[in-house]
């Protein structure tokens, strides 16, 4: 008969957070994997537990995990450990976990702490819709694939989390605030532990803080909602200070009377898109009422001249260089591209 894999989640900071249940599993089990041994060992020492040891970790999780299959269908029971928090999440544990389910071995989760839940719950905004990012790619090996994701997060109108470490913390801030504005931000650092900090602002403030700021111990990023009446109506407002007109015809001009109509409320902080009047497109079965503030103003841009276009994010605070990128990015054609528009004279 089988052994069982047992998913124990361990303190994210404080030993006092791990459940009972945990700690009779840790010592009732033939083998304890652990993606750092030396960490795992400071809980073990400190609860007296004394069962065996072995690594699983990133590099190894492939290999590890069938080795591990085989002590499991030998009948021994196995228990995952990450260095903090529950395993699989952001941390090793899902390759294991997948191939005990493929192979028909019992697999069960013993809850605890986990820092996503934690910090949401200290973040005091919107939790009743999110989305888990985990780490981005990072910057080196894997910058298209970061900036993917962030490119996708653009329009997302649910609460947003991510981990990060101390080391790239400036960085990704940076990179929120280009892609995202300057939304706001709860930074919760150190949760569970002595120095836990939970630290609310504006995108653009954080990155100031952090640029005189030494950062210090992990992170969990949560970066509130964008509504979609507010959003829109503030983007709309400084699409109108750029003094860029909208060609009329087909779906620009129906955006551009909903624009109209939406400056004309004077960006009511208190009003949604569903208190503007509802015009449909050219054909007919598109509301734009029904459309986010980012969707609107992704139509209304890609309706823009070049000047117009990189003069709206100008407007919103970007450098020139900043500007000509996100507007390469936005109508899918490379910074050369917008370069050659803006500064080479154009011949017949």
Known sequence: MSGTLYLCATPI????????????TLRAVHLIACEDTRVSKKLLSHFDIHTPLTSYHHNNRYDKAKELLAQLKEGKDIALVTDAGTPAISDPGRELVALCHA??????SLPGPSALI?????????????????????VRGAKKERRAVLQSLRREQR????????????QTLKDLQETLGNRSIILC????????EV???????AVAFYEA?????????????????????EDILTLAETGAQVPDGDLAKSVAEYVRASVALENDAAGTADAYAAVESHNGDLRIKDLSGEEIMQILLLQLDVPSHVAYYEAK????????????EDRGVSKRDIYTTLYVPQTE
């Open 199 to 205: 630290k609310r602002m504006p995108l653009a403030d």
């Open 159 to 170: 609460t947003i989390v991510l981990y990060e470490a101390p080391h790239h913390l400036l």
């Open 118 to 138: 934690c910090a949401l719950s200290l973040s005091g905004t919107d939790t009743r819709r999110f989305v888990f990012e985990g780490f981005l790619p990072p």
């Open 317 to 328: 605070g970007m450098d020139r260089k900043a500007a000509m990128k996100r507007t390469a």
């Open 213 to 233: 700021e030494e950062a210090r111990g992990e992170f969990v990023l949560i970066i509130e909602p964008r509504s979609v009446g507010t959003a829109g109506a």
């Open 103 to 108: 192979e028909g071995v019992s697999v069960t």
């Open 13 to 24: 900071g404080n030993l006092s957070d791990v459940s009972g249940r945990v700690l009779d």
């Open 189 to 196: 650092r150190e949760l569970t532990k002595k120095f836990e």
